[in-house]
């Protein structure tokens, strides 16, 4: 039996970290889109100071950037709710079971994002 407790706390952990991870990677790229698209995003106006209020809520950053991005509302949505789960694994006390499943659709989300924002190619699976 403990054998197997240990075994499921791996998943979980396994799959929260992948979790946490592809959300690392979605805002790294977010801030990096910002930053460097200065014909959208004119660096007098999105300083230092500027972008760190922005991405106090990701709402906000979502909302600065799907006007220049192609995000369907499905993606965004998805978006939207693994960011609450990160939240819920990084801020709260009990953790969030996050699935294999769940792994696979935020990759396919962040792909999703990384490839409108800059036309990134994945190897087909």
């Known amino acids: 039996m403990f054998a197997r407790l240990a075994a499921l ?3 979980v952990g396994r799959c929260s970290s992948a979790s946490i991870l592809l959300d690392s990677n979605l805002e790294i790229a ?9 014909d959208l995003f004119p660096p007098h ?5 500027a972008i760190l209020a922005l991405f106090q809520r990701r709402t906000n950053v979502i909302n600065a950037i799907t006007p220049h991005v192609p995000l369907s509302p499905t993606i965004l949505g998805k978006i939207g709710h693994y960011y ?13 079971a996050i699935t294999d499943k769940e792994v696979a659709d935020y990759q396919r989300v962040v792909e999703t994002a ?6 990134v190619k994945f190897p087909k699976r």
């Open 30 to 38: 977010l801030k990096e889109f910002i930053v460097h698209r200065t």
């Open 9 to 11: 706390d791996l998943d």
């Open 84 to 96: 609450g789960l990160r939240n819920k694994l990084i801020h709260e006390r009990t953790t969030a």
């Open 114 to 119: 990384l490839k409108a924002l800059f036309k």
């Open 45 to 49: 106006k999105y300083g230092d100071a």
